[in-house]
């Protein structure tokens, strides 16, 4: 696909007169070197925003960061064990320093899909064991560089997914675009703020409650009231 991209764009800029592409071709030259020359997986070159810029337009599947699953037998995942670990890790710690390493059980994992909380509970301490489906969840979202934010109200909570660096206004567009749109101001405790206090008002009267602008970079956690204007005039919120 790269070869065929690079052929096409050959012909438009170098011999052709689209010199706007030509920095596109220089990046793609570098990603062909990365690649090919030195055959080795995208994600391990050194890339400024420009370049970025263009990785994300052609979606190179070595781009992408890796997590290796390792899918055990229910009896091999339970006493921990298994002849290929090892080797495994030993490969991945040598070609892919870093990457998650995470072994699993598909048919232990489907044992607790419909279990009642108590009941999975038991499951577990009975196999002195615990559901790798957490760690799963948790070393995706940081390969990805995903976070979660919380709003909450009387009879429900919400957790929404964004970037790690996204801000305030960008976070409430998360929910609905004229929360982005007339944007005043985000209500901001952290969720270990509030687990330590117990509730909304001992967090405020802690002082860990804060009132945070446009340019406030939401963190993992953080548990926020937005408040915007539509445009029409009225102030209104959303908890």
Known sequence: ?????????????LRGSDKKSKPE???LCKIK??????????????WNINEIEILNKHLFLTSKPMIYLVNLSEKDYLRKKNKWLLKLKEWIDKNDPGA?????????ETQLVDLEPEDKKKFLEDHNAQSALDKIIVQGYKALQLQYFFTAGHDEVKAWTIQKGTKAPQAA???HTDFEKGFIMAEVMKFDDFKEEGSEPAVKAAGKYRQQGRNYVVEDGDIILFKFNPGGGKDTKKK
Not at 1 to 13: D, G, I, P, S
Not at 33 to 46: A, N, P, S, V, W
């Open 1 to 13: 696909m790269l070869n065929a991209v690079l052929e096409k764009m050959e012909r438009t800029v």
């Open 25 to 27: 071709y220089d990046i």
């Open 33 to 46: 070197g990365i690649l090919i020359d030195e055959t080795k997986h995208i994600r391990f070159g050194d």
């Open 100 to 108: 998650a390493f995470i072994p699993f059980s598909g048919i232990f």
């Open 173 to 175: 567009g998360r929910i």
